[in-house]
């Protein structure tokens, strides 16, 4: 019979999943209206879900190409740490679930995130540029996640600190018995 923890813990992975594969989903379906926009440029007029960067394709699709590959970047970032989530929650035994495999994830989910800041404040500096060169661009929601992916990277950072705290103890506890 399996505890309360192992029944959420599952429905967590199963969501995870969920999480991954519609994350990959957005990213590709960006991608291929992307390129259907090398040959189609009315495409940029509804890239995905009502994003309009019509204005832009048509003023430097140089430009264009590069707030695209700002938004991949982003949700590709997303996507791939909850991918590391999934990881760890395929590797985690609620027995010892304090590891140096699983401080090393948390670890890398932070740098991830982090990078997602980064990437976000130069869609934002990229976004505030071309606002006052591109008439009707105004898309300065795509970069506005900075401080989502901060708050999360300083949060999974602060949980990775703990669980190596664990660690620390767990192996104090191995080593007195």
Request: aromatic share 14%; charged share 15%; net charge neutral.
């Amino acid at each position: 019979m399996k505890t309360r923890t192992e029944t959420i813990l599952t429905v967590m992975h199963v969501l995870a999943w969920i999480g991954f594969i519609g994350l990959a989903i957005e990213a590709g379906a960006i991608l291929t209206a992307y390129g259907v926009s090398w040959f189609n440029p009315i495409a940029a007029k509804d890239l995905y879900r009502g994003m309009n960067l019509y204005d832009l394709s048509q003023y430097d699709f140089w430009l264009y190409t590069q707030m695209v590959s700002y938004i991949v970047a982003l949700v590709a970032i997303k996507a791939y740490a909850v991918y590391l989530v999934i990881k760890i929650m395929m590797k985690v035994k609620l027995q010892s679930p304090f590891t140096a495999e699983t401080v090393t994830r948390l670890e890398t989910i932070s740098y991830v995130l982090f990078g997602g800041v980064i990437i976000s404040i130069l869609c934002n500096v990229q976004t505030g540029w071309l606002s006052k060169r591109v008439q009707d661009f105004n898309i300065s929601w795509i970069g506005d996640n900075a401080g989502e992916f901060l708050f999360m990277a300083g949060l999974v950072f602060v949980i990775s600190q703990v669980f190596k705290r664990g660690v620390e103890l767990q192996s104090e506890n191995e080593l007195t018995v």
